[in-house]
């Protein structure tokens, strides 16, 4: 504890000595990527980054969960001061071009800072499950230049677009002020980073198991991506899968018939130790309701299964594991299969049980998932299979979750449409734990 504590002040101290330093020269070269930091909260499961908003003299500190499959960028403006901020009126061009917008008007009971005439958008709150109507606002971002090895410079995006929660039913329900939203929108966190500084469309997450000696990485923009203390760039080893667009988004709260902006790809098979898992194939296929499929969530902590497929994973990898002597014990809720961890040694890519590789689409592409991912401590000397049950009929059949995507580095490349794959970092001995200090 006190050494992330140490970390993050060291992080935030340092991000503000390259701010003075960065406004007192006047030209800065065009940045080649954009670096923002992951931590990972370990009560909650979810991940976080941390970026500077406001007037650049007296900026606030945001700290906002990680939403791949989020739309836009909103946080709590309740104490949010900043000689910047500028709101967006209701028929507004600005807010034309929002997409899920709606004028908000105060009634007789005003809330603090609420006017009549404002431009307000849709924000979905995951943690709460519902929808709320926000401000559209805009201000300075000022987010950090990176050469894929140690942060750099800061730059200043004007004209950030963000709504602002003005009312406690607007929190994400967890510590943090608001919510990043990665999806494929142009609304979305890296949409405008990209745009407003010509850089590629494309982003990598690099998720922490824990930010405790280190924070994980978000790039925009592109490589190299350096993992030390592997000398190599990783952006040229990434392994690639297209990525599917669901014509039927699978949020509840967006209409009928509109195409998803959340990520899907395409799990072809599931092998256990190289044999494979048998369930029907036509789960792992997007019908033409949405239905199906393998969708990627920042928001949920552990892969969720449909039942037919979890319940063959769970018996097969019990199977497996006595073939390989790891004995199983007493379930813990809500896992279906916990084993000895003393029969499961821990090895550099956690306890040596069987491999369960996802088949993806492309030229013998797989993401091998090790020990590290596909087990959790449940418990002194308790190892649980790290899936949850989704049901027999969920929306999706297959959401990859928080637990599976650690220490892997994802890039989405929305040009190109593909998800770039690295293996599991642990097998080189690093992992999505840096400090990335000069
Ligand atoms: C908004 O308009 C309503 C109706 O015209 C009015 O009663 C209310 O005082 C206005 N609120 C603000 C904050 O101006
Ligand atoms: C994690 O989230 C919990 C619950 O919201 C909060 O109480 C705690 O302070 C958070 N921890 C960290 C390290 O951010
Ligand atoms: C992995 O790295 C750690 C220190 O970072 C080192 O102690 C250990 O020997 C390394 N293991 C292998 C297998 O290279």
């Known amino acids: 504890m006190a050494s992330s504590q140490t970390l993050s002040t060291l992080f935030i101290f340092s991000l503000l000595s390259f701010s003075y330093a960065a406004s007192g020269s006047s030209k800065l070269p065009k940045p080649k990527a954009i670096y923002l930091p992951i ?34 960028v909103w946080f709590d403006c309740t104490s949010y001061v900043s000689s910047s901020y500028k709101r967006a009126t209701c028929g507004s061009n600005r807010c034309k071009k929002a997409d899920w917008s709606a004028c908000i008007d105060c009634d007789s009971s005003p809330i603090p800072r609420c006017s009549n005439n404002t431009c307000g958008i849709f924000a979905f709150n995951h943690f709460r499950q519902y929808l709320t109507l926000q401000e559209l606002g805009e201000d300075t971002m000022i987010v950090y230049s990176t050469n894929g090895q140690s942060v750099g410079f800061s730059y200043d995006v004007p004209k950030f677009q963000f709504s602002c929660s003005l009312t406690v039913e607007g929190l994400t329900g967890d510590h943090t002020q608001g919510l990043a939203g990665f999806a494929r929108t142009k609304m979305s966190f890296p949409s405008q980073i990209s745009s407003y500084f010509k850089l590629a469309k494309k982003f990598a997450l690099c998720l922490p198991s824990s930010s405790q000696n280190g924070l994980g990485d978000i790039f925009i923009g592109g490589g190299p991506y350096y993992m030390l203390p592997r000398p190599e760039d990783q952006s040229l080893s990434l392994v ?7 014509p039927i988004a699978t949020n509840p709260f967006f209409s009928e018939g509109e195409p998803s902006n959340e990520y899907f790809i395409n799990v072809k098979q599931i092998e256990i130790s190289g044999k494979r898992v048998a369930f029907s194939q036509s789960l792992l296929s997007i019908d033409k309701n949405g ?17 037919s497929i979890y319940n063959r994973l769970v018996k097969d990898f019990v199977k497996e594991a006595a073939l390989n002597n790891i004995k199983r014990v007493k379930s ?31 030229n013998t592409v797989r993401m091998r998932l090790y020990g590290a991912n596909s087990m959790v401590k449940a418990k002194k000397n308790v190892i649980c299979l790290a899936f949850i049950d989704g049901g027999t009929v969920p929306t999706t059949s297959i959401v990859l979750g928080g637990h599976q995507l650690e220490n892997y580095i994802l890039e989405f490349d929305l040009t190109a449409s593909t998800l770039g794959l690295s293996s599991s970092l642990l097998v080189w001995n690093t992992s999505c734990s840096h400090s990335r200090l000069s």
């Open 291 to 307: 239905v199906g499929g393998t969708k990627i969530s920042t928001m949920v902590p552990y892969t969720i299964l449909q039942s």
């Open 332 to 362: 813990v809720a809500p896992f279906g299969a916990c084993f000895d961890s003393k029969t499961a040694p821990n090895t550099i890519t956690g306890p040596a049980v069987p491999n369960i590789d996802l088949v993806l689409e492309g």
């Open 240 to 246: 690639t899968t297209p990525l599917v667009v669901n």
């Open 39 to 72: 931590r990972k909260n370990e009560t909650t499961f979810q991940y976080y980054t941390t970026f500077e908003s406001g007037n650049p003299q007296v900026p606030t500190m945001i700290d906002a969960l990680i939403d791949l499959g989020g739309p836009s």
